[in-house]
């Protein structure tokens, strides 16, 4: 017998239908003879849909405390729900909202990270054979506060709770069957991939492979929890995210991944003074500029050039910042570039493998296409492009390190998230 913690997203349990069919797979899997805990998230852009109704209501920025109060109603729809569901078919269910599972999270509204959990209601519930359905996205102060994990929060805490009560497993379900070898709708012949290592699966997330949300990928690496990431709309087996992933013989990318609207901006002519970065970086930091890849030239005639990347939505503001402070730091010009985009390359194996890198430059050259900046991290290498070559680049690389299949279709939607 095992103890399973199942997380349904948003499209998942987008009606009553499918509520429904979520309600059967997880009955399913408690008459399998598993002890179950089912993490829902709002049912289908209900979260968006209160976002949009605040904006309607408020002008300006509304209060984060009553934002919370507001947001956690979506989840509490959907346990109440689930649990009838179950109920209707037969299964002894009982919901609870994050705070009555015990969600403990620090004192900040909209993206509050949890830090403790006593998950004593959810056990003695299980103890009474029930199936016990809750919350996700939602936890308590202290102070008996309402807190929210940030957008996409509901993986945080289906694996948070997985490891609380030591589950065998946590299984994501969510609207595609696994973690591809890259967006399946720009190359055809992606492959699922049947095991992905915490670190690849890290630095997928954080480049924007929207299957899973990073910090649980964190929580689920420093925890050691197993995970499966599968379609709750077919029974195909999914991606099992775990320390040690198996490599396929000769094969040293994992995956490849694309961001796009990038945006580069070099800062020239910066005079070469102790602090000059900090006072750069540092001003961009306190604006919440969230700046990618820094590249820093050498010196020359005691002038050097910085340049950078970020997202395209933070470029005004970016540039706004930099020319305020141009007279202070004292460098001679700002330049920007917008339209780009980021492809990276992931997998584990390249730690022992020169010459990935090259492989990588060789693929994308072959296109007649020119590397902006690369930045590399032990399992990654990222190059920013001009965009509207990415889809080649992608094909070219995905064909350039094995990893095209003709086995596997892609099944399913658009991504559950933005
Ligand atoms: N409902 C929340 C959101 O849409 C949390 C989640 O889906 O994980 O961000
Ligand atoms: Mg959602």
Redesign the pocket.
Known sequence: MSLIVMKF??SSVGDAERMKRVAKRVLERKQEGNRCVVVV??MGD???DLIDLSKQIVVGTPSTREMDML?TT??QISIALLSMAIQSIGGDAVSFTGWQAGMRTEAVHGKARITDIQPKRVLDALDQDKIVIVA??QGMTDDGEIT????????T?AVALAAAIKADLCEIYTDVDGVYSTDPRIVKVARKLKEVSYDEMLELANLGAAVL?PRAVEYAKHNQVQLVVRSSFTYNEGTHVKEEAVMEQGIVVRGIASDKNVSRVSILGVPEKPGQLAKVFGALAAEKVDVDIIVQGGVRGGEADTSFTLASSDLEKALVILRRIQPEVGFNDIQSQSGLVKVSIVGAGMVSNPGVAATMFAAISELGVSINTVSTSEIRVSCIIESEKLADVVRALHTAFGLDTTEQAFVGGPS??R
Do not use: V
Not at 148 to 155: A, E, I
């Open positions: 997203g948003g998230s709002a209900t979260t968006d947001l979506g989840e996700g996205f929210t994990l940030g957008r996409g929060g509901s993986d805490t949300h559950e998230r």
